[in-house]
């Protein structure tokens, strides 16, 4: 009924939704806005950036059963995502030494998403000698000292939790808390999550080079880490296992922690989450399209990896199994620290035990391989011996 109401209210602003034209225009009427405040002045890059966002936000257009709602989080979405690159841009050239600053030997957590790759990133992030970036810092980098930006964005938050109560129980968003550096790439699979975009985007996606997504990343951390002791950063995004080879390119001392988990399992969790994120956005949801859509984004993405794994150093990748992972974890995470170099302390154990207890972990959440159109036959074939791989790991 909320979510009725505010589409309602909302219908007779959101008339761009309906046309990628008409969405352009609204998006380059959104951009004269913040260039009025903006400090300093955008570049050829930046140019390019808000293009990009554009044509995203005609993606979004062209799809029939867009609601209001959809439309304005996407908008919102796409002047946030500038706003920040410009103040980020800002802040390195006000100050030379935030970009002199290295980002030394970070820890990326990567795979299938539904791998238990959020708890390996909460329970990495709270170590004292590491740090991961809260989901206001990523929205709202370098903008105060935190007071004013944690509490804008935990209002956001707070209002999907609202809207979206069934997405909230197995995806929930808070501002004080490690998020998923998807927040600042821009060239991922996630806006696919949200609504059936039309294979221009897909295409796009494919072509398109991320190596200034994560030197924009880097960027990101070095304003954020400005003025502070250093801690190893601890990032997390599942669609970074496709590009591990781009971001030792920018990263060269990176260490990966690969989550593994059977997708026969893992898949049908993930459309789950898209279902009830799609229902955000769009009138009807098709949840067999959406396995069809991305059983084999999934499976590329995994293979992808497992290629350009070949290629990096031993010692580079640590494998994890989630179900010993979540299943003993106070046995495995012991093990994950001395695999990427750290030491694993009381304070560490406490750690756990906080995020453990936390009650948002018991929470149900019930999904079926048939309920996407899929099999497990169909989801075997997919990814090939990769299940094998996930069962033969013993940690």
């Not at 004269?32 to 808000?50: I, K, M, N, Q, S």
């Not at 304005?72 to 706003?83: G, H, K, N, P, V």
């Not at 990523?138 to 509490?151: E, F, W």
């Not at 997708?263 to 949801?285: G, I, M, N, Q, Y």
Request: with cysteine.
């Amino acid at each position: 009924m909320r979510r009725m109401v505010l589409n309602a209210a909302l219908g007779r602003t959101a008339r761009a939704r309906r046309d990628p034209a008409e969405a352009l225009t609204a998006w380059r009427e959104r951009l004269r806005a913040v260039l009025a405040t903006a400090d300093g002045e955008p570049d050829a890059a930046d140019w390019a950036f808000a293009e990009d966002l554009g044509f995203l936000l005609q993606c979004f257009a062209a799809v029939p059963e867009l609601t209001p709602l959809g439309w304005t989080i996407q908008l919102r979405s796409a002047q946030q995502r500038f706003e920040n690159r410009l103040r980020v841009k800002w802040i390195h050239a006000r100050n030379p030494l935030v970009g002199a600053a290295p980002v030394e030997s970070p820890v990326f957590v990567v795979g299938l998403p539904r791998a238990a790759g959020t708890l390996a990133h909460r329970v990495l992030a709270a170590s004292p000698g590491h740090r991961g970036p809260l989901l206001w810092e990523l929205q709202r980098t370098g903008l105060d000292d935190g007071g004013r930006s944690s509490g804008a964005v935990e209002r956001q938050a707070t209002a999907l939790r609202r809207l979206a109560p069934d997405y909230d129980a197995v995806r929930p968003l808070r501002a004080d808390r490690p998020e998923e550096s998807t927040e600042v790439l821009w060239r991922t699979p996630a806006p696919l999550a949200c609504a059936p975009l039309p294979d221009d985007y897909r295409h796009d996606l494919d072509q398109a080079d991320v190596t200034g997504d994560y030197q924009y990343l880097k960027q990101v951390l070095q304003v954020l880490q400005y003025g502070e002791p250093p801690r190893r950063w601890i990032l997390r995004s599942p669609w970074d296992v496709a590009h591990l080879d781009v971001i030792r390119h920018v990263f060269p001392d990176a260490v990966f922690v690969w989550m593994h988990r059977d997708p026969v399992f893992a898949v049908p969790s993930f459309c789950s989450l898209v279902e009830r994120l799609t229902a955000l956005h769009c009138k009807e949801v098709d949840p067999a399209a959406i396995g069809r859509r991305w059983l084999p984004l999934l499976a590329d993405a995994v293979e992808r990896g497992r290629k350009l794994r070949r290629g990096l150093p031993e010692g580079a990748v640590a494998d994890v199994n989630h179900h010993r992972f979540t299943g003993y974890p106070h046995e495995f995470a012991p093990l994950l620290f001395e695999r990427i170099g750290a030491e694993w302390t009381l304070s560490d154990r406490n750690g756990l035990n906080g995020i453990l207890d936390d009650p948002a972990r018991s929470r149900p959440h019930d999904y079926t391989l048939e309920r996407y159109g899929l099999d497990k036959a169909e989801v075997c074939a997919a990814f090939g011996d990769y299940r094998q791989e996930v069962a033969d790991l013993r940690g």
